[in-house]
């Protein structure tokens, strides 16, 4: 019988925070080409959170055998990016949340040989719902996943696949939060996980931190900002920067420097990205070393080659007539990669010649007329795009939790104030100059017609 405490309402919400992940793969040993499926669930012990669900394509082929074990063949990630255009943005998600997996074993170690493979470390502290049902779960002839939600009546989607298990052992893992959350505590590995707390930070200052878009601040001891950052999720986003394991060294300067810690919450990711940006460059803070101005910033221009085919190129300087201007190249280089995964673009043509995923396009007239085809697309969206900015005055984002709205001003298409105003309140705008980076930016928003 199934112990009625495992069903207590409500559950006591923790103040850390869990990532449950589930992962496919082709088989084989960890070697970082291999995983076909990432399943991530943001988790506070109660409830979800955020979830971070994607297929990847794999550098080898599906074997019938897993195709036939988990549903996905090589047609379905065919048109997926590997491992290596995925790993900075789950890396990102993952944060400092504690890892949950059901057989944490086997997930970490294929994501640490991913993360290694591209550059990055991943060393968290984890929990293994597996070691947990045996501990405190009496009853089950087996602890595999499949057994233990037939025993709880845990409704399991899609088996096999990783968003489903994951999701399936978010709901194993509230049910042993809901009874042994003092003992889960003490079960993360990695001892008490305070080793990266800032020494000069009072133990509750990061208790409030809400997981919702926003900007923070680092102050240092006299008050002055050090650091500016945003984030769709402050409270993964802020604990990440003190237990930085692929930049020890740049956690260890955080920790030292960081006195006081401020935030605010801003509704959307957008909003959020324009106010970092705008306050970067009142503030100059000395640790955004990385998106200060250097030199004369960098430029995408476009022409046609001597075969035909539509050329982008990424350049140094401020051309008149490029198609955007960026401060820094990797900016330029971000831009470039979302036209290209969004609209289907030969990376190799289009400014990135580096990108592994080029190698499937060929240079043939096939080739080139379906690449031609889409640059047009693209050419006609970002056209469409433009104009709807040009005819906007002012922009409306979504509420903060406090119900403020922020709104930013257009003027002949690009950026030049924002203001968060209450309900019925009048607050005055806030000019600035504006940037590349907020400008591609609305432009991304603009042609995904979001706007109402």
Not at 305 to 324: D, M, N, Q, Y
């Amino acid at each position: 019988m199934v112990d009625p405490m495992f069903y207590l309402d409500p559950m006591t919400p923790s103040t850390l925070q869990f990532v449950i992940v589930d992962i496919e793969t082709t088989g084989g040993p960890p070697n970082g080409a291999n995983i076909t499926e990432i399943a991530a669930i943001l988790h506070d012990g109660t409830r979800e959170i955020d979830r971070w669900v994607h297929l990847i394509y794999p550098e080898a082929s599906i074997p019938m055998g897993i195709t036939r074990l988990t549903g996905i063949d090589d047609n379905m990630v065919a048109d997926s990016p590997p491992f290596s255009e995925r790993a900075q943005d789950l890396l990102d998600f993952l944060g400092d949340a504690v890892f949950v997996a059901h057989n944490v074993g086997f997930d970490l170690r294929y994501l640490q040989a991913a993360f290694k493979a591209n550059g990055l470390q991943y060393n968290p502290r984890r929990l293994c719902t597996v070691r947990m049902s045996r501990k405190w779960i009496e009853g089950p002839q087996r602890y595999s996943l499949g057994a233990l939600c037939a025993f709880f009546g845990i409704d399991n989607e899609a088996h096999h696949r990783a968003w489903g298990d994951a999701a399936a052992t978010a709901v194993l893992f509230s049910k042993l939060w809901s009874k042994h959350a003092d003992e889960i505590q003490e079960e993360i590995g990695r001892g008490d996980g305070k080793s990266w707390w800032p020494p000069h930070l009072p133990p509750d200052a990061l208790a409030d931190l809400p997981a919702t878009p926003g900007v923070y601040r680092f102050l240092d001891e006299t008050g002055r900002i050090a650091y500016i950052g945003m984030s769709k999720n402050l409270s993964s986003r802020v604990r990440q920067h003190f237990n930085n394991a692929s930049n020890p060294t740049r956690a260890q300067e955080l920790r030292r420097k960081v006195h006081k810690i401020t935030w605010e919450e801003t509704g959307s990711e957008l909003m959020a990205l324009i106010l970092e940006d705008v306050l970067i460059r009142r503030h100059h803070p000395p640790l955004n070393a990385a998106q200060k101005v250097v030199g004369k910033g960098w430029s995408v221009e476009h022409f046609t080659c001597r075969a035909g085919t539509a050329r982008l190129s990424l350049v140094k300087g401020r051309k008149p007539t490029a198609v955007r201007h960026f401060r820094s190249k990797s900016e330029g280089e971000a831009w470039l990669r979302e036209v290209v995964e969004s609209f289907g673009l030969n990376p190799a043509w289009s400014g990135l010649p580096g990108m592994a995923w080029s190698g499937s396009w060929v240079d043939n007239a096939a080739s080139r007329a379906l690449h031609n085809a889409r640059y047009a697309t693209w050419r006609a969206a970002l056209s469409d795009a433009r104009a709807k900015q040009a005819e906007s005055t002012s922009v409306h984002f979504p509420a903060t939790p406090t119900g403020q709205m922020p709104e930013i001003l257009m003027e002949l298409g690009r950026f030049r104030a924002f203001r968060f105003t209450t309900k019925g309140g009048s607050d005055e705008w806030q000019y600035d100059a504006g940037s590349g980076r907020i400008d591609a930016a609305l432009e991304r928003y603009f042609l995904e017609d979001e706007v109402a």
